[in-house]
């Protein structure tokens, strides 16, 4: 079980595919560098050397078939993984911390469109994470289809992983699984309208991360 300290914020992004969180995270990071706010920029799957050879494994196009438990089998070590050799690292020496998703990308993915219960997720993040979680979660929103026609610009189809080929139906499976999850905790999560260009969209978020984290910017 993984336990916290008093210690620098943790934000995370979620959303569906195309929904600009690899933009985003990295345009928050360079405004709080240029505010002298000292940061980490990382991703999940990934960020730690063993959590960077799970994620090579999980979005594998060729990855034969397999069940969302066994996926989220996979995320959450690759998670452990990031949180003790990364995260926490970083954010106990006084560094905040901005991940390219979280732990509710596979409460969405692997829960809501995978069909894993809640519970039975939220068990398992308890056993692996104890009670760590982020500070703040924001959740980049935008039409499933918008997200996809603009993820599909980024790649071919041969280049996509398999999570991004999957059924309009799947991703739509997404997009509700990550609003219920900000309905469900609204103290921690934000939901972000991702239409607009990229400024006006960090414009939407810079404001958020002042309005909820004005006093860790002192």
């Not at 995320?75 to 954010?91: C, G, M």
């Not at 905040?96 to 219960?117: C, E, K, L, N």
């Not at 039975?120 to 993040?125: C, S």
């Amino acid at each position: 079980m993984i336990t916290a300290p008093t210690r620098a914020p943790f934000i995370t992004f979620e959303g569906g595919e195309g929904a600009g969180k690899t933009t985003q995270t990295r345009l928050l990071a360079d405004r709080l560098k240029a505010a002298g706010i000292a940061c980490v920029l990382t991703r999940e799957p990934g960020g730690a050397p063993f959590a960077e050879e799970i994620r090579a494994l999980l979005l594998r196009p060729d990855l034969p078939p397999r069940g969302a438990m066994a996926e989220a089998l996979l995320f959450l070590a690759a998670r452990a993984d990031h949180v003790t050799e990364t995260i926490l690292p970083a954010l106990d020496t006084g560094q905040w911390v901005i991940s390219d998703r979280f732990s509710d990308s596979t409460f969405a993915y692997q829960g809501a469109a995978g069909g894993v219960p809640h519970a039975t997720l939220a068990n398992l993040h308890r056993l692996v994470l104890g009670d760590f979680r982020p500070d703040l979660t924001l959740i980049l929103d935008l039409p499933t289809e918008i997200g996809l026609a603009r993820a599909s610009t980024r790649k071919s189809s041969s280049e996509r992983d398999h999570f991004e080929n999957r059924a309009l139906a799947y991703h739509d499976a997404l997009r509700r699984g990550f609003l219920a999850i900000a309905a469900d905790d609204p103290a921690r999560c934000a939901v972000i309208d991702a239409t607009g260009s990229p400024q006006e969209v960090a414009a939407r978020i810079w404001a958020l991360v002042e309005a909820r984290l004005s006093s860790k910017m002192a």
